[in-house]
């Protein structure tokens, strides 16, 4: 079983910054991929960013330079530092994990079946 509470999230003006927490409870034997997501109204949820066990990372295309996914594997979270925010950003986040059942298949494709009750970030232009 696997919870994630994610945090951080508010309103910011645009070019400004934000990051996000998720605090991870999971089992310590089981390798798990761990992501961001996010769902603006009206749209389908997209992956932003994504992380393994062993610290390499994957990003949404648009989204490289600008957001930065780390884990603290002491604490048990997930952050998601975003810069540089524009109106574009305006969405939920939400933390998900997905647990890794080869070392073949990358995170960016693994199965999210984890995830937190999201956490809104809102950019004004």
């Known amino acids: 079983q696997v919870q994630l509470v994610e945090s951080g999230g508010g309103s910011v003006q645009a070019g400004g910054s934000l990051r996000l927490s998720c605090t991870v409870s999971?089992?310590?034997?089981?390798?798990?991929?761990m992501g961001w997501f996010r769902q603006a109204p009206g749209n389908e949820r997209e992956q932003v960013a994504v992380?393994?066990?062993?610290?390499?990372?994957s990003y949404a295309e648009s989204l490289k330079g600008r957001f930065t996914i780390s884990q603290d594997n002491a604490k048990n979270i997930l952050y998601l530092q975003m810069n540089s925010l524009n109106a574009e950003d305006t969405a939920m986040y939400y933390c998900?994990?997905?647990?890794?059942?080869?070392?073949?298949?990358?995170?960016?494709?693994?199965?999210?079946?984890?995830w937190g009750q999201g956490t809104q970030v809102t950019v004004s232009s």
């Open positions: 999971r089992d310590p034997y089981v390798t798990y991929c």
């Open positions: 992380i393994d066990s062993g610290g390499s990372t």
């Open positions: 998900a994990a997905g647990r890794r059942w080869s070392r073949v298949r990358p995170c960016k494709t693994t199965s999210y079946t984890y």
